[in-house]
Structure formats: structure tokens, C-alpha cells
């Protein structure tokens, strides 16, 4: 499956973003698909995941609350909705896909990135 990333941008601190993910093939509903991102020096952290249905979804703590994955699989389309953005989360974000069947955190489960799209967040 080929991954295609978007709707990143420039943002003041508490603004939003939305992120898409746009995905080839007709077996993207199999996939439990992830957004992971990676500042500047640091390593690659997970985001958020939604399992096959879109019924589970998994956050990292840094974002709960805040963030919304979503997927629409007759669509082939994953989004990010991003509520009340901060500077911290300036950096590029990736999409990905696992053929596991359960949601994961760990970047080594996904089998297939996209490219990455960039957000910044201004102070």
C-alpha cells in the first residue's frame, strides 16, 4: 500500500489542523493504520492509531484529548483532527499502515510509511 500524507502547515499555539492520510489499494480496511511524528533531533514518537473498523484507537498521552484519528475505509482516507495545538507539537508527521490486527504504539509493527508532512506550531 502507498501512503500520502497532507494538510500540514504553519499554526499559532491553541489553533488546529487537520491531517490526511490518502491510501492506494483495496485492501486498506485490513490495515490497522498510525500517525507517528519526529522533531528535529529527536526520535520518531508515536501519535495516535485506529484498528481496521475505527472503533479502536489508541493515543499517546502527549496528545489525548487533544488530538482524533479517524478513518474512512470506502474512502481509503485516515485523518488527524489536531484541537488546541502547541509548540511542542511542531514536527514532521508520518502516516502508516500495519498488517497487525491489533493497534499498536510501536513503530516497528508498521509495514508501510508515507512521506512526511510538516506542522509548526508557533508560540
Known amino acids: 500500500v502507498q501512503l500520502q500524507a497532507s494538510g500540514g502547515g504553519l499554526v499559532q499555539a491553541g489553533g488546529s489542523l487537520r491531517l490526511s492520510c490518502a491510501a492506494s489499494?483495496?485492501?486498506?480496511?485490513?490495515?490497522?493504520m498510525g500517525w507517528f511524528r519526529q522533531a528535529p533531533g529527536k526520535e520518531r514518537e508515536f501519535v495516535a492509531a485506529t484498528g481496521w473498523g475505527g472503533d479502536s484507537t489508541l493515543y499517546a498521552d502527549s496528545v489525548k484529548g487533544r488530538f482524533t484519528i479517524s478513518r474512512d475505509n470506502a474512502k481509503i482516507l485516515m485523518w488527524l483532527q489536531m484541537n488546541s495545538l502547541k509548540p511542542e507539537d511542531t514536527a514532521a508527521y508520518y502516516c502508516a499502515a500495519s498488517h497487525s490486527t491489533l493497534v499498536s504504539a510501536r513503530a516497528q509493527r508498521y509495514d508501510y510509511w508515507g512521506q512526511g508532512t510538516q506542522v509548526t506550531v508557533s508560540s
Open positions: 489499494g483495496r485492501t486498506f480496511s485490513t490495515y490497522v
